[in-house]
C-alpha cells in the first residue's frame, strides 16, 4: 500500500494486487449529500450524474465511445457522506482510462437539454422507490428520524421541489466546490506498477484547481418520545422498520455499535434473525442495519411479514433488545461473533473494487485508508462487558417505529 | 473426477486465501407438476434444518463461528448450495455440506415453521413488479415446456405439502448422480479428493425413477402483446424472443447480440431509447440459457404514455440490425466489453467456482475454455443471421405491466 501526493496536493492512494490484469480508479469527493441544505437538495446527485454524460471535449456518444474502445466501465455513485467517480478497466489501458477519467473531473459540460431529461429521470426514480416496500419504508423512516432540517432525512437524489429548481449555474458551482485540491481523494486498486501511477496521475490530475475546503454539519438527533408511525400501502406485504439513535462514524463506540449489529441481525444465526424467522417463522427478511455516518447515524431493525403479525413481531423485537440489553452475552458468543466478522472481512475484500471503496471511503472522511487495516485489531479489543454498556446506551433510548400496512 | 457413484468433482485452483465449496443438485422448477410448485425451492430452505450430525441451525452456526457464510438458491433447473470461508475450513464445510444433503432431518415442527417463512418470501416476491413482470414473460414464451414453471412456487402447495411428499422428492432428487461438487482456491488435490471420496462419494446411488418432465408445444411463441395492471408508479415491460439452448454454438453469438442491443451505455437500445429519444428511464438485455431453450429478454421501465413509442422502437433497432449489419468497430468494442464482463466474474473464489461449475454441471464445460476465442471470432454476418434465425415479428413478446390508473410523470 502505497500514498503520495501530487503538485496540487491530491493525495492519491494505491494498493498492487498481483491476481488479473484489472484496475479500479475511484475519484472521491467529500462534498455530498451531507453538505447541501433544503435549497439544493439532490445536487451532488445531479452533479455527478451529468459528469459521466459528457465533458466539453467529449460530447455523450463519444465520451460513451471511448469509454467502450477500452472495455471500461464508467459510473458515479452518490452516498450520504461522499460522492466518487469510478473507472473499472484492463491494465493495459491504464493512461487511456486516466486521461478519460481526467477530462471527467476536469471539464464537465453540464449541458442543459441533458439535465432537462435528467430531472425527469429522477422524478421516475423517486416515483420508482414507491414501488418497492422496503425502499419506501426506508425513506419514510429516515423522513421521521432525522426530521425535516437535516440533510439525512431525504434520499440521496433529493427531492421534487428542489431538483426542478437546480441549474446549470448551480451544478457549476457545486462541481467547482466538490471536485477541487482540498475535497478530493484518488484510490487505485490493482495489477499496475506503481511508476506508470505516478507518472499518470501527475501528467493529468496535477490540473486539478485549488479550492475551498468542504465543511460539513455534525448534527444530533434527540428524540423525547417513541414515534409510531403507520402507512397504509399498495403491497400485500406489511413492513416494520425501526431505529434508535446510535453514534456516528470515528467516535470511540462505533465499532462497539457494528459488532451489535452482527451480533442481532445480518447472519443466519443472528438473535433477531433466530427469534423473528427460525424460531417463529414470521418473517423471510428480517435483518439490522447501521449506516457508517460522519454525523448521527441510526441504529435499525427491519421485516416484511404479514399484517397480522406485526403486533407479535414489535412485542418479540422489544423482547430481544430487552433480553441483550440486560443479560450479558457469553465470551463464546462474542469469539464466534468475532471470528464472523474477521472471516466476512476478508471475503469482502477480494476484488479490486471493493477494496479500492474501503481504503478510499476511510481516508476521504479523515480516518484514513490504515483503518481498514486496524479494524479487526479493534474488533478484536471489544470485551462482553463494552456490549451490554453500549446495548444499554441505544436500546434505553426513544425509538421511531415505522409500519407499513396494506390498505 | 467421477466416483464410484456417479458424483462429480471439478476443482478451481487459485491463490486466494478464500475458498468457496459449491454444490449443484440436479433439481429446480422444471422438475416440478403443479401439485409441487415450489417444492424445490422449500426443500432448499428445509436442508437447513438441521442433519443427522448438525441438528437445528448447528450448520448455519458452524460455518458463521468459523467466518464463513453459507447460503443456496434455488433455480429453473438446478439447486446450488455453497460456503465462502477462509482456506483452512475447506475440509469441514465439505463435510458439514455432505451432511447436510445425505442425512436431512426435516423435523416437522421446522417444516411448519419454514412454510410460513416462504409464504412470505413468496408474497414479497409478489409485491415486486418486476417479478410479476417476469413471470409472466415466462408463462408466455415457455408456456409449452416446464421452463414456464415458477420458481418461488405456490403458497397453496407450501401450505400443504405433507412431510412425506417432502421427503419422498428429496429421495428423488438428492442422488449422487445429480450432483457436481465444486472446490475453488487454494488446496491439496489429494486432501480434498480423499475427503470428498469419503463423504459425498459414499451416497448411495438414486433408486427411484426421474420424471421427464420435458415436453414442448410447437405453437408457443407466436408474437404477443400481453399487459397487465398493478398499482405501481411507472410502466414495466419484458420485450423477448426464444434463442438457442445451452449445447448450441449460437449462444456465444447471443452474449455479443445482447450486449450490442443494450449491455452496456454504448449499446443501440440505451443510446437510442435512453439518451435520444428519452422513451424509458431503464433499458437492458439480457439472455438467459437453459437446456431446452434459451431467451434474449430486454427489459425497459418507461412513462405508460410512451410503452408503444418503446416497443416500436426496440422493433426498429433490431430490424435495423438485420437489413444493414453493425459496424466492425462496434463489433469489436462489444468484444472488449464482454471479456471484461467475463473477467470480472473470475474475480472472486467464488465467482470461479460457480462459472466453471455450471457450465461443467450444463454439460458445457468447453464453454468456458473456449469463449473468449469463440467471441474474438465472431463475425457481422454471424450477428446479423444470429437475429434473422431467431428474431421475427411474428414471434416476439411484449409483456408490460402499467399502473392500475394512468400516472403520468411530471
Known amino acids: 500500500m502505497k500514498s503520495f501526493m501530487l503538485e496540487n496536493n491530491i493525495k492519491v492512494i494505491f494498493h498492487k494486487t498481483s491476481a488479473l490484469k484489472l484496475v479500479a480508479m475511484r475519484i472521491f469527493t467529500s462534498v455530498s449529500v451531507i453538505s447541501e441544505n433544503r435549497d439544493n437538495s439532490g445536487i451532488s446527485y445531479f452533479t455527478q450524474k451529468l459528469m459521466t454524460q459528457s465533458t466539453q471535449n467529449r460530447p455523450n456518444e463519444i465520451l460513451v465511445r471511448d469509454v467502450a474502445n477500452i472495455g471500461a466501465k464508467l459510473y458515479g455513485n452518490t452516498e450520504y457522506d461522499v460522492t466518487k467517480i469510478t473507472m473499472i478497466f484492463m491494465s493495459k489501458y491504464f493512461h487511456e482510462a486516466v486521461e478519460i477519467i481526467s477530462d471527467v473531473i476536469l471539464n464537465p459540460k453540464f449541458d442543459s437539454k441533458a439535465l432537462f431529461f435528467e430531472k425527469q429521470n429522477v422524478m421516475a426514480v423517486l416515483n420508482s422507490r414507491k414501488d418497492n416496500i422496503s425502499e419506501m419504508a426506508h425513506d419514510e423512516f429516515i423522513k421521521m428520524f432525522y426530521g425535516n432540517n437535516t440533510t439525512y432525512s431525504r434520499t440521496i437524489f433529493g427531492i421534487k421541489e428542489t431538483i426542478l429548481k437546480i441549474n446549470r449555474t448551480d451544478l457549476i458551482k457545486w462541481h467547482n466546490y466538490s471536485y477541487n485540491n482540498s475535497n478530493i481523494l484518488i484510490s487505485i486498486v490493482g495489477n499496475i506498477n506503481d511508476k506508470i501511477v505516478q507518472s499518470s496521475l501527475s501528467k493529468y490530475f496535477s490540473r486539478v484547481p485549488d479550492g475551498v475546503k468542504s465543511k460539513n454539519i455534525i448534527f444530533d438527533v434527540k428524540l423525547d418520545k417513541n414515534i409510531k408511525i403507520e402507512i397504509k400501502s399498495k403491497f400485500k406485504q406489511a413492513y416494520i422498520y425501526s431505529g434508535y439513535p446510535a453514534c456516528k462514524f470515528g467516535d470511540q463506540n462505533f465499532i462497539k455499535t457494528s459488532l451489535i449489529s452482527i451480533i442481532l441481525g445480518g447472519r443466519m444465526t443472528s438473535r433477531l434473525f433466530v427469534e423473528l424467522r427460525e424460531k417463529l417463522g414470521l418473517a423471510y427478511e428480517v435483518n439490522t442495519i447501521y449506516p457508517l455516518r460522519i454525523s448521527q447515524s441510526y441504529f435499525g431493525i427491519y421485516m416484511g411479514l404479514d399484517k397480522k403479525n406485526i403486533n407479535t413481531a414489535l412485542e418479540k423485537i422489544y423482547e430481544v433488545l430487552k433480553n441483550f440489553r440486560t443479560k450479558k452475552i457469553s465470551e463464546l458468543e462474542l469469539l464466534y461473533v468475532k471470528k464472523n466478522i474477521k472471516g466476512n472481512y476478508f471475503l469482502n475484500r477480494e476484488t479490486v473494487k471493493n477494496k479500492s471503496y474501503y481504503y478510499g471511503f476511510f481516508e476521504i472522511i479523515g480516518q484514513g485508508y490504515e483503518y481498514d487495516f486496524k479494524y479487526l485489531e479493534y474488533i478484536e479489543n471489544i470485551t462482553t462487558h463494552d456490549i451490554i454498556n453500549i446495548a444499554n446506551e441505544i436500546f434505553s433510548k426513544y425509538s421511531v417505529n415505522v409500519v407499513i400496512c396494506p390498505e | ?410
Open chain 2, 1 to 410: 473426477m467421477k466416483y464410484e457413484n456417479d458424483l462429480k468433482s471439478i476443482f478451481i485452483k487459485n491463490k486466494s486465501n478464500i475458498a468457496s465449496v459449491i454444490v449443484f443438485v440436479k433439481v429446480g422448477a422444471v422438475d416440478e407438476n403443479l401439485s409441487q410448485a415450489g417444492l424445490s425451492h422449500f426443500l432448499e430452505h428445509l436442508m437447513f434444518k438441521g442433519s443427522k450430525n448438525n441438528p437445528s441451525n448447528s450448520m448455519s452456526k458452524k460455518i458463521e463461528n468459523m467466518g464463513g457464510e453459507i447460503n443456496a438458491a434455488t433455480s429453473k433447473e438446478f439447486t446450488m448450495y455453497y460456503i465462502n470461508i477462509q482456506k483452512n475450513y475447506i475440509i469441514e464445510s465439505i463435510k458439514i455440506l455432505a451432511d447436510a444433503l445425505e442425512n436431512p432431518i426435516f423435523p416437522k415442527k421446522e417444516i411448519d415453521i419454514e412454510r410460513k417463512v416462504v409464504i412470505e418470501e413468496i408474497q414479497r416476491y409478489f409485491d415486486n413488479p418486476m417479478s410479476v413482470l417476469y413471470e409472466q414473460f415466462y408463462k408466455t414464451v415457455y408456456s409449452g415446456c416446464p421452463l414456464k414453471n415458477t420458481v418461488i412456487g405456490s403458497s397453496q402447495v407450501i401450505k400443504n405439502v405433507s412431510r412425506d411428499e417432502i421427503y419422498k422428492y428429496y429421495k428423488t432428487h438428492y442422488t449422487p448422480e445429480k450432483m457436481l461438487i465444486v472446490i475453488s482456491g487454494a488446496f491439496d488435490d489429494l486432501k480434498i479428493s480423499k475427503i470428498i471420496h469419503e463423504t459425498f462419494g459414499k451416497f448411495k446411488k438414486g433408486s427411484l425413477m426421474t420424471i421427464n418432465n420435458k415436453l414442448f408445444n410447437e405453437d408457443i411463441c407466436v408474437a404477443k402483446n400481453l399487459i397487465k395492471y398493478k398499482k405501481t408508479e411507472l410502466g414495466y415491460m419484458i420485450t423477448g424472443f426464444l434463442c438457442p439452448n445451452i449445447k448450441e454454438d449460437d449462444i456465444y453469438i447471443a452474449t455479443l447480440v445482447v450486449n450490442i442491443l443494450g449491455g452496456n451505455k454504448f449499446s443501440r437500445l440505451y443510446r437510442s431509447l435512453y439518451e435520444e429519444k428519452h422513451f424509458v428511464y431503464e433499458i437492458e438485455s439480457l439472455f438467459e440459457v437453459f437446456n431446452d431453450y434459451g431467451n434474449v429478454n430486454i427489459v425497459s421501465i418507461f412513462d405508460p404514455s410512451n410503452m408503444e413509442n418503446v416497443k416500436m422502437e426496440i422493433a426498429k433497432q433490431i430490424e435495423y440490425i438485420i437489413s444493414y449489419g453493425i459496424m466492425e468497430k462496434e463489433l469489436n468494442v462489444s468484444k472488449l466489453s464482454t471479456k471484461i464482463d467475463f473477467l470480472l466474474s473470475l474475480e472472486t473464489s467464488f465467482g470461479k467456482g460457480y462459472t466453471h461449475g455450471y457450465w461443467h454441471f450444463m454439460r458445457n464445460p468447453e464453454f468456458i475454455k473456449k469463449y473468449i476465442k469463440k467471441i474474438e471470432n465472431i463475425r457481422i454476418d454471424d450477428i446479423v443471421f444470429f437475429l434473422k434465425k431467431y428474431y421475427s415479428p411474428k414471434m416476439i413478446l411484449n409483456i408490460a405491466l402499467l399502473p392500475k390508473i394512468k400516472n403520468k410523470i411530471r
